[in-house]
């Protein structure tokens, strides 16, 4: 079974910084994208980075700049620089990963879209 565990939330004054982390687990063939979501209270999910297996990424606009997403395909692991946190980046920090499972006991591959528990990342103002 795959399981994404995050680290590294927690509270931060505006203009300070925090790193994610988040690591997949378990019967892990490859990995294409993975990516990381927030979600603060009363509003939707959004996107806020995403990188591909050959590194291509991607940010929402209100953090271009400030947030760097970077991963290590060797650790199965993705990573979240969060700099000049500001107030608005209050959230439940979610990381999420297209791969590709292998299930031995069937000799099957398996794609499967799977998401983390979730970290709550507090900016104080």
């Known amino acids: 079974q795959v399981q994404l565990v995050e680290s590294g939330g927690g509270l931060v004054q505006a203009g300070g910084s925090l790193r994610l982390s988040c690591a997949a687990s378990?019967?892990?063939?490859?990995?294409?994208?993975m990516g990381w979501y927030r979600q603060a209270p009363g509003k939707q999910r959004e996107l806020v980075a995403a990188?591909?297996?050959?590194?291509?990424?991607n940010y929402t606009d209100s953090v271009k700049g400030r947030f760097t997403i970077s991963r290590d395909n060797a650790k199965n692991t993705v990573y979240l620089q969060m700099n000049s946190l500001k107030p608005e980046d209050t959230a439940f920090y979610y990381c999420?990963?297209?791969?590709?499972?292998?299930?031995?006991?069937?000799?099957?591959?398996?794609?499967?879209?799977?998401w983390g528990q979730g970290t709550l990342v507090t900016v104080t103002s």
């Open positions: 990188i591909t297996s050959g590194g291509r990424k």
């Open positions: 378990g019967s892990v063939f490859s990995i294409s994208a």
């Open positions: 999420n990963a297209d791969l590709t499972e292998y299930l031995v006991a069937t000799d099957e591959h398996r794609y499967l879209e799977v």
